[in-house]
C-alpha cells in the first residue's frame, strides 16, 4: 500500500491542498492507521506553529485569545 506524501499532509493540516487531492487523501486515510497516526502528529505541528507564531505577535495573540475554541450550537 501507497502512503501520502509528507507535504500532502502538511497541507492538509493547513487547509492548503488542492481540492483534486483531498478525496483520494481522505479515502486513504479512511483505511491506513499508519497514516492516520501520521496526519495527528502533523495536525499537532501545525497547531504549536501556528501558536508560536502568535506568541512573537502581541496583536495576534489577543486576536487569538478571544476566539473560543469551541462553539457549540
Not at 501507497?2 to 502538511?10: K, L, P, Q, V
Not at 488542492?18 to 486515510?29: F, I, T
Not at 502528529?41 to 507564531?53: H, K, Q, S, Y
Request: aromatic share 4%; hydrophobic share 40%.
Amino acid at each position: 500500500m501507497s502512503h501520502i506524501a509528507e507535504d500532502s499532509f502538511e497541507q492538509y493540516s493547513m487547509g492548503t491542498l488542492e481540492d483534486s487531492q483531498l478525496a483520494p487523501l481522505e479515502e486513504h486515510l479512511l483505511v491506513c492507521h499508519e497514516c492516520q497516526d501520521r496526519l495527528k502528529t502533523t495536525d499537532e505541528f501545525v497547531a504549536t506553529m501556528r501558536a508560536a507564531l502568535h506568541l512573537g505577535d502581541p496583536d495576534q495573540a489577543a486576536m487569538a485569545s478571544a476566539v473560543p475554541e469551541e462553539t457549540t450550537l
